[in-house]
């Protein structure tokens, strides 16, 4: 299968173990090694000026397969994310049929095992997500899933979430919660705010998202099970999830690149791109979680990769569905708005991308230790990336950042000891 | 003189000479709905259409109306929920619209932003008439004239907008243009009907009618959804009680306070019967108002003024 690859002169930046230094990486039989063991031909990728981290993870993304395969499917979901520098993604369970079972997490394992990524699979809290009766959550643990999420609606009754993080303790998988109080949300499209009021679009207060933080981080505390707050985008939560690390409770977090990067001044011409849920917020939030970030209470960045139809998109935005694609975008957009020129910057924002989310699943990539399987994305710090339909091998093209020009992303990817990327180009 | 601008969905599009020629022009179109032969040629040989994608009478009549005393050939397109629902995207009736190579369309639209998504995809003007809560940029213009007209100029008056603030395209619109003519405006709402940030529109913010009341040169009434308050929170019977502008509470006022309203008006809820046809209400010089600004509108952005 995989011979031996010599990844040479670049900078080797492993945030798991706090390593950065410029070395060459060496990988055989799969493996990083600390030599070759034999004698032979070998690989070589000059990385001069180029970064090695570990194969970029993706904790957040919808495949919309089975279901609605005409937006995307798993092979090219994964396509879109190996160009995206991921090696791992984990996928949500809001398919048609939803992952709420043994036989659909296995029929997605099974489709995923022929990508040339690792596609985890989150399985639903509660059957149909209807946040009613729990799923067969033990029945899905069995079969491999990395944790449980209704993720795109939040389970909204207090003692069915309760119940979910109590049952959790059993299966030592973590409750990933889409935390947004439904009620105070209502008909809301976009951030409630001076600019919702100026376009007259009906808001999502920042409460709705934080009330509903509030009650899950109540909850773990009560429960002591380990709870992970997803796509959170304003500082109000932030400000909660801090603070509950500083208490010591199991909570852990992630923010999208779309609320790092962008802010709901960009709606003024409806482009229902801009359309996510939660919705775009304000630069307050948004200087608030890339300080989440820097300061480690965001212990990942997930792209919440959400593809819609065109003809979906190109409705009314009052009507159009929530969400973005992103599995492209997020490294160039996290490095572009977060990262950029700043040495902090640099080791949180690939933590965040690598062993944080590693480490709040449970998963054994994310490192770049001797010994672990060969999962390296080589990125070129200054490649310069336009976000268009020519990029993006998605089969949906709804990307918040289109027309972008964002600087930072992945040429060479490499699988279990395997190119899968070279050049940017797919192999 | 020509307009600057291409289509009219926001009062943002309008520069101050765009405004100014716009009430000075209506106010010589007034004088054609006053001959006996109601009738100009301006317009002859255009097609406007009249595309209505949520119930109205009064804003559809007033613009279709406008474009055939101009002798402009008006088509009525109506539909009502959503795009979704009807199987028909608003692309598809722009693509529609574009290939009967009409000269301008009037839009109404339950979604905000639908005027300008429009506009964007079709060559020919296009006229905001109202797109969900965004804006209604003729029916400023028309009480920009009306209180102009009654009060020799809207710069320095006092004008307070009363009602559901939070859903209201017209208080929107009124906010831009009423704010740019020189207008010192307050909004009198239920806190809860108040959206955030609305001071950032230039206003002053009040929950009590009672306490501006004596200060105003204008009282402006918004029409209250009913089916919004019966599905929402709040009670009519309380928000009469505390916002309707009756008989006792017009008295308080100056007496030269103009009464104004967009309709159709509720009686009983915002305002009292004998306060809507007495002799402060200047409610129906609106409508008729309403009828010489879209002539102008259409004029200005259709005639030969502007080509």
Redesign the interface.
């Known amino acids: 299968m995989s011979g031996k690859i010599h990844i040479k002169n670049g900078r080797v930046v492993d945030p798991g173990s706090g390593r950065d230094v410029v070395a060459d990486l060496l990988i055989e039989g799969g493996k990083i090694v600390e030599s070759f063991s034999k004698r032979g031909r070998e690989q070589v990728i000059d990385a001069a000026g180029l970064i090695i981290a570990p194969g970029l993870i993706d904790m957040h993304v919808h495949l919309r397969e089975p279901g609605r395969e005409d937006t995307e499917t798993i092979a090219s979901g994964t396509a879109a994310a190996a160009l995206g520098g991921f090696t791992t993604i984990v996928c949500m369970p809001n398919t048609s049929p939803t992952i709420d079972n043994r036989a659909v997490a296995e029929y997605v394992q099974g489709r995923a095992a022929l990508t040339p990524i690792d596609v985890k699979v989150v399985g639903a809290i509660t059957v149909g997500l209807k946040g009613e009766r729990l799923a067969e959550m033990a029945e899905m643990s069995a079969a491999g899933v990395v944790g449980f999420s209704d993720d795109g609606r939040p389970v909204s009754d207090s003692a069915v979430m309760r119940a979910a993080l109590e049952y959790s303790l059993a299966l030592g998988r973590p409750i990933i919660s889409h935390a947004e109080d439904l009620n105070l949300s209502g008909a809301g499209v976009a951030n ?12 999502i ?1 920042a409460e709705a998202e934080i009330a509903m933080v509030a009650r899950d981080i109540i909850l773990a505390e009560m429960t002591g099970a380990r709870l992970h707050i997803t796509h959170v985008s304003t500082a109000g939560a932030t400000e909660l999830i801090r603070s509950a690390k500083a208490k010591g409770l199991a909570v852990t977090a992630d923010c999208t690149p779309h609320h790092l990067a962008l802010t709901d001044t960009l709606l003024a ?2 482009d229902p791109n801009l359309k996510m849920n939660p919705p775009l917020r304000t630069e307050f939030d948004r200087e608030a979680l890339v300080s989440g970030v820097l300061d480690g209470t965001f212990d990942a960045i997930a792209s919440d990769h959400a593809p819609h139809a065109a ?1 979906e998109k ?6 159009a569905p929530f969400g973005t694609i992103g599995l492209q975008s997020t490294l160039p957009a996290v490095w572009t708005h977060v990262i950029g020129a700043d040495e902090r910057g640099l080791q949180r924002g690939l933590a965040a991308l690598t062993c944080g989310p590693a480490a709040v699943l449970g998963l054994e990539c994310g490192s770049l230790a001797v010994g672990k399987t060969a999962d390296v994305t080589v990125i070129d710090p200054k490649a310069k990336v336009k976000v268009d339909a020519n990029m993006l091998v998605s089969r949906s093209l709804n990307s918040a950042f289109m027309g972008q020009d964002l600087v930072g992303s992945a040429v060479h990817v490499v699988k279990a000891g395997k190119l899968i990327v070279k050049e940017g180009d797919l192999l | 003189m020509a307009l600057s601008c291409h289509d009219l969905v926001s009062i943002d599009d309008l520069t101050d000479s765009d405004i100014a020629i716009l009430l000075e022009s209506a106010a010589t179109y007034s004088d054609v709905s006053e001959r006996v032969i109601k009738k100009v040629p301006a317009l002859r040989g255009r097609t406007i259409v009249n595309l209505f994608l949520e119930p109205s009478t009064r804003t559809r009549s007033s613009f279709e109306i406008a474009g055939k005393r101009l002798s402009a050939d008006v088509i009525n397109i109506s539909g009502s929920g ?3 629902k009807k199987g028909e ?3 598809d009736m722009a693509k529609t619209i574009e290939a009967l190579r009409v000269d301008a369309v009037v839009i109404r ?1 339950w ?4 005027a ?2 429009l506009a964007e995809q079709i060559a020919p003007p296009v006229i905001n008439a109202g ?5 209604h940029p003729t029916q400023a213009l028309l009480d920009a004239l009306t209180i102009s007209n009654s009060l020799g100029t809207v710069a320095g008056k006092q004008v307070a907008i009363i009602g559901d603030i939070c859903h209201s ?1 017209v208080a ?1 619109s009124l906010l831009a243009l009423l704010g740019r003519l020189g207008a010192k405006v307050t909004v009198v709402a239920p806190p809860m009907w108040l ?4 001071e ?2 230039g206003c002053t913010v009040s929950y009590s009618l009672d306490d501006v009341l004596d200060s105003m040169d204008v009282l402006y009434l918004l029409r209250i959804q009913k089916e919004r308050l019966a599905t929402g929170v709040y009670s009519t019977e309380e928000y009469a009680r505390s916002y309707c502008l009756n008989r006792e509470r017009l008295g308080r006022a100056d007496p030269d306070c103009l009464v104004m309203h967009p309709g159709p008006i509720n009686r009983g809820v915002e305002v009292a019967a004998d306060v809507a046809d007495g002799s402060q209400s200047l409610i129906t010089t609106q409508v008729s108002n309403g009828l010489a600004v879209r002539m102008a509108v259409f004029y200005q952005m259709l005639g030969d003024v502007a080509s």
Do not use: N
């Open positions: 409630e705010g001076d600019v919702a009021t100026r376009l007259g679009l009906a808001g207060p011409g409806y003809h190109e409705l009314e935005f009052e009507s | 959503s795009s979704l995207s608003l692309k639209h979604a905000a932003g639908a300008r998504k797109d969900g809560s965004h804006e395209r929107r959206p955030q940030g609305i950032k529109l």
